[in-house]
Every structure is written in structure tokens, then in C-alpha cells.
């Protein structure tokens, strides 16, 4: 990040604020502009996230949440008793919960690079499962690292819920599932939730809620570079778009500039024409044979599928 190393001499930033202030830099120096959609989620933005999960249009995680409950006996079927549940990213604890109940796990080991969300995560189960050994790894889990050593002798299963994979390109899907493969090692499962292909009526609403809660999460990141990075964003001079791209299968969100203007960021100047738009954010959409394709090339076998009544949503046990 050539950026990163050059403000990093003009500016007292941490080393986390540098890599922010070189990606935003070089991203909107792009054509088409652009953002990276792990920076929505600072205090604010995961608030915002944790609001979108309830909006009556976002049907992704109501449906996962209710494919792990009517489908946690056929879950725990295929689970080994004293097995390591291994959780890619750490959010909100109650999808863990549902295959903690369901399932005899031994340990659970949450992965994520910010440790005091993990502690925090870690305490409050550490209450209701008194049995379970918790062993929290603060690391990127997109990247290498290993697995803590009192958990190395048990049969492991990832867990990697919420269709995150959909916020991946389809090239950095496919390395995160053989890195997850490496990782947890042979004869390891995984459970991975995947939103599905469907009616792009219910997938339009869904990044476009009658609330603006979308909207608020999407335009936060420009909040979040004029706190951090010292930015002049007029917020009100951009406008939220969700489409969806049906060629390429995805939901794309942009944030839309609505007059000809400049922003100024850390001594750069970025224009914008009426109209221009700064991609944010693609959430990919799979059908069932695309994400199994897709697994195979990992070298994971779909085990089993399970989806919802109307088919919104998929889960599926993964064999390495
Ligand atoms: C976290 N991720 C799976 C969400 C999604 O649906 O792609 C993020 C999101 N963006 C807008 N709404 C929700």
C-alpha cells in the first residue's frame, strides 16, 4: 500500500488508521471509484448492520435463523460429539447459540480481528455454557492463522454463517474456502450459510428498505472518513443505490453523488460529476449448483443442503 507508507510519515495515524487513509485514497482514485465494504463496520456501522437484520425486507437472517432451528437435529446428525466449533468472524452470538444447543460441542473457538468484541462475545456465553471450553483467536480470518493448541486432537467444524461469503469476489470466495480448508484440517466440516438467487423485486427491497436504514449503514462510510481521516464529505450531496446486477448475480450498493463537486482527504482532491458513483459494496447471490461448483473447486463435498420453505436461503454441511 504505497499510500498507506507515505501519509504514514505525514500523519500521526495508527497502523490501522494508515491502512484506512491509504485504501480510501487509492480506491477513490480509481475509475469507477470505489470503497471497501469491511470498512462499513466501525461502532456505528455495526449498530446500523445489527438494525438492518431486523428490517421486515431483510429476509437473509431471519430465514438462516430459522433454517438452524427446524433443521439443528439434522445438523447435530452429521456433527461428532466433542467436536471444535470453529466460527469465521464473530457477530451476534445467537446463531452460535442455536448450534451450541443443538449440537455436543467440546469448544468453541470464535475467530476475530477485534478482541474485545470477541472477550465480550466469549463472557456472555461462558455463562450459559459452563461445560464448553472457549478459546477466542484474534485474528484476520481471511489470512492464515492457527488453530490454539488445546483444541488440536478434535474433530473440527467451521462455522461461517449470514452469507458472508456473498460479500466476497468470486476469486476471493473461492481462497477463503481452501484457506478454511487448510486451516481446520482433513476430515474437517463446515457449516456456511448462502443467500440465495430469487425474484430481484424481494432482493431490490431488501438493500432498499422503506426505513433508510440501508441507506444510513451505506452513507456511513463517509461519515466514518470525515471523522477518521479529517474528510469533507457534504453528506447531503450523496444519495444511496442498491441494483441488482443480474448478469453477475449480485447486489451492488453505491453511493451516488448528486452535483458536480470535490471532497478534500488528507491533502488529495477527488471530483465528481453529477451523477457519479462510488461502488461500496457487492453482495453475490448463489444458486444451489453455482455454490456447489464452487465448493468443489475448494475442494470441500456438499454434504447436505437445507434450505427455507421458499427456497431464500441455503445452508449446507461441507466435508474437506
Ligand atoms: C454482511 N452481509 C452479508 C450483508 C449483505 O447482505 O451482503 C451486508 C449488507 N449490506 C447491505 N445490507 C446488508
Same mark, same amino acid.
Given at each position: 500500500?504505497?499510500?498507506?507508507? !507515505?501519509?504514514?510519515?505525514?500523519? %500521526? @495515524?495508527?497502523?490501522?488508521?494508515? &491502512?484506512? #487513509?491509504?485504501?480510501?485514497? $487509492?480506491?477513490?482514485?480509481?475509475?469507477?471509484?470505489?470503497?471497501?465494504?469491511?470498512?462499513?463496520?466501525?461502532?456505528?456501522?455495526?449498530?446500523?448492520?445489527?438494525?438492518?437484520?431486523?428490517?421486515?425486507?431483510?429476509?437473509?437472517?431471519?430465514?438462516?435463523?430459522?433454517?438452524?432451528?427446524?433443521?439443528?437435529?439434522?445438523?447435530?446428525?452429521?456433527?461428532?460429539?466433542?467436536?471444535?466449533?470453529?466460527?469465521?468472524?464473530?457477530?451476534?452470538?445467537?446463531?452460535?447459540?442455536?448450534?451450541?444447543?443443538?449440537?455436543?460441542?467440546?469448544?468453541?473457538?470464535?475467530?476475530?480481528?477485534?478482541?474485545?468484541?470477541?472477550?465480550?462475545?466469549?463472557?456472555?456465553?461462558?455463562?450459559?455454557?459452563?461445560?464448553?471450553?472457549?478459546?477466542?483467536? !484474534?485474528?484476520?480470518?481471511?489470512? %492464515? @492463522?492457527?488453530?490454539?493448541?488445546? &483444541?488440536? #486432537?478434535?474433530?473440527?467444524? $467451521?462455522?461461517?454463517?449470514?452469507?458472508?461469503?456473498?460479500?466476497?469476489?468470486?476469486?476471493?470466495?473461492?481462497?477463503?474456502?481452501?484457506?478454511?480448508?487448510?486451516?481446520?484440517?482433513?476430515?474437517?466440516?463446515?457449516?456456511?450459510?448462502?443467500?440465495?438467487?430469487?425474484?430481484?423485486?424481494?432482493?431490490?427491497?431488501?438493500?432498499?428498505?422503506?426505513?433508510?436504514?440501508?441507506?444510513?449503514?451505506?452513507?456511513?462510510?463517509?461519515?466514518?472518513?470525515?471523522?477518521?481521516?479529517?474528510?469533507?464529505?457534504?453528506?447531503?450531496?450523496?444519495?444511496?443505490?442498491?441494483?441488482?446486477?443480474?448478469?453477475?448475480?449480485?447486489?451492488?450498493?453505491?453511493?451516488?453523488?448528486?452535483?458536480?463537486?470535490?471532497?478534500?482527504?488528507?491533502?488529495?482532491?477527488?471530483?465528481?460529476?453529477?451523477?457519479?458513483?462510488?461502488?461500496?459494496?457487492?453482495?453475490?447471490?448463489?444458486?444451489?449448483?453455482?455454490?456447489?461448483?464452487?465448493?468443489?473447486?475448494?475442494?470441500?463435498?456438499?454434504?447436505?443442503?437445507?434450505?427455507?420453505?421458499?427456497?431464500?436461503?441455503?445452508?449446507?454441511?461441507?466435508?474437506?
Amino acid at each position: 500500500n504505497v499510500h498507506a507508507a !507515505a501519509l504514514a510519515k505525514a500523519y %500521526p @495515524f495508527d497502523e490501522a488508521t494508515s &491502512v484506512f #487513509a491509504g485504501d480510501v485514497i $487509492g480506491d477513490l482514485a480509481r475509475h469507477p471509484k470505489r470503497l471497501s465494504p469491511k470498512y462499513f463496520y466501525d461502532a456505528t456501522g455495526s449498530e446500523l448492520f445489527e438494525q438492518i437484520t431486523v428490517l421486515p425486507e431483510y429476509y437473509p437472517t431471519r430465514t438462516e435463523l430459522g433454517i438452524l432451528r427446524d433443521r439443528g437435529d439434522g445438523i447435530a446428525a452429521i456433527i461428532p460429539d466433542g467436536a471444535a466449533l470453529v466460527e469465521f468472524g464473530a457477530g451476534a452470538t445467537t446463531k452460535v447459540r442455536l448450534l451450541l444447543e443443538h449440537c455436543e460441542f467440546a469448544a468453541y473457538v470464535p475467530v476475530d480481528i477485534s478482541g474485545d468484541f470477541l472477550k465480550a462475545q466469549a463472557d456472555g456465553l461462558r455463562k450459559d455454557f459452563p461445560r464448553l471450553g472457549i478459546y477466542p483467536v !484474534a485474528a484476520d480470518f481471511t489470512t %492464515p @492463522f492457527t488453530l490454539p493448541e488445546a &483444541v488440536a #486432537a478434535m474433530p473440527k467444524v $467451521g462455522f461461517f454463517p449470514g452469507s458472508t461469503l456473498g460479500n466476497f469476489e468470486p476469486s476471493e470466495a473461492l481462497a477463503f474456502l481452501r484457506s478454511a480448508r487448510k486451516i481446520l484440517g482433513h476430515g474437517a466440516q463446515m457449516i456456511i450459510g448462502v443467500d440465495l438467487e430469487k425474484d430481484e423485486r424481494v432482493l431490490y427491497d431488501a438493500y432498499n428498505d422503506a426505513a433508510g436504514v440501508t441507506a444510513r449503514f451505506n452513507l456511513n462510510v463517509l461519515v466514518r472518513i470525515n471523522r477518521e481521516l479529517g474528510g469533507n464529505f457534504d453528506l447531503s450531496g450523496f444519495t444511496h443505490r442498491s441494483i441488482y446486477n443480474r448478469d453477475r448475480h449480485r447486489i451492488e450498493m453505491h453511493l451516488i453523488s448528486r452535483k458536480a463537486q470535490t471532497v478534500r482527504i488528507l491533502g488529495n482532491t477527488f471530483a465528481f460529476r453529477p451523477g457519479e458513483s462510488i461502488h461500496t459494496e457487492n453482495s453475490y447471490k448463489y444458486s444451489l449448483e453455482r455454490f456447489t461448483a464452487l465448493a468443489r473447486s475448494a475442494g470441500w463435498t456438499v454434504r447436505e443442503s437445507w434450505t427455507d420453505a421458499n427456497t431464500m436461503f441455503s445452508v449446507h454441511a461441507l466435508v474437506a
